[in-house]
T-cell receptor, first 115, second 111 residues
Framework: DAGITQSPRHKVTETGTPVTLRCHQT?????MYWYRQDPGHGLRLIHY???????DKGEVSDGYSVSRSKTEDFLLTLESATSSQTSVYFC??????????????FGPGTRLTVL | GQNIDQPTEMTATEGAIVQINCTYQ??????LFWYQQHAGEAPTFLSY????GLEEKGRFSSFLSRSKGYSYLLLKELQMKDSASYLC????????????FGTGTKLQVIP
């Protein structure tokens, strides 16, 4: 299994508070991703990174920001959490190769509840 | 835009064979992933198809028809542990290789 961890694994917070989720990898993979997973929507990409300090938006980036100051860490920040951001958040990593279509390895997920 | 369709739920009997279909419409299609996700866990990679045809990996096989925008995942000799959601995901060529996931098919295996 790929060495990828997420912290915290569970969090309950209140509307309007800032929240930061951390993804840490030990695989030295170049690409890192943040997804959210909600019933009826599947996995949706929030932001991704293609290198240190190189990030870009996904399809549901509003209300989220990211930072990547080191290869191994990718942070997702909710500046002011809203109830619509209650979800399960998955981090994923991949390394560009010519094989297996850049398979993504997923972290264990963070369950976030915004009250 | 992109559109990926797969059945929401399926039920099959232990020991049987089940086929989970996925249809897609996407520009710049490159390949198609299948992932397995047990309840409360992270998705795990099953297969990746780029070329037309069937690829077999043990009890699991995946098929792709690029011209029809169609794929299926075939699970043989079903076991109770195969109860999970199966996610179809398509990739687009270029850039960081954008991956778009379908909503998943929840498979229940019954005795």
């Amino acid at each position: 299994d790929a060495g990828i961890t997420q912290s915290p694994r569970h969090k309950v917070t209140e509307t309007g508070t800032p929240v930061t989720l951390r993804c840490h990898q030990t695989e030295n993979h170049r690409y890192m991703y943040w997804y959210r997973q909600d019933p009826g929507h599947g996995l949706r990409l929030i932001h991704y990174s293609y290198g240190v300090k190189d990030t870009d938006k996904g399809e549901v980036s509003d209300g989220y920001s990211v930072s990547r100051s080191k290869t191994e860490d990718f942070l997702l920040t909710l500046e002011s959490a809203t109830s619509s951001q209650t979800s399960v958040y998955f981090c994923a990593i991949s390394e560009p190769t010519s094989e297996e279509g850049n398979e993504q390895f997923f972290g264990p997920g963070t369950r976030l509840t915004v009250l | 835009g992109q559109n990926i369709d797969q059945p929401t739920e399926m039920t099959a009997t232990e020991g049987a064979i089940v086929q989970i279909n996925c249809t897609y419409q996407t520009s710049g299609f490159n390949g198609l992933f299948w992932y397995q996700q047990h309840a409360g866990e992270a998705p795990t990679f099953l297969s990746y198809n780029v070329l037309d045809g069937l690829e077999e990996k043990g009890r699991f096989s995946s098929f792709l028809s690029r011209s029809k925008g169609y794929s299926y995942l075939l699970l043989k000799e079903l076991q109770m542990k195969d109860s999970a959601s199966y996610l179809c995901a398509v990739t687009q060529a270029g850039g960081y290789q954008k991956v778009t996931f379908g909503t998943g098919t929840k498979l229940q295996v019954i005795p």
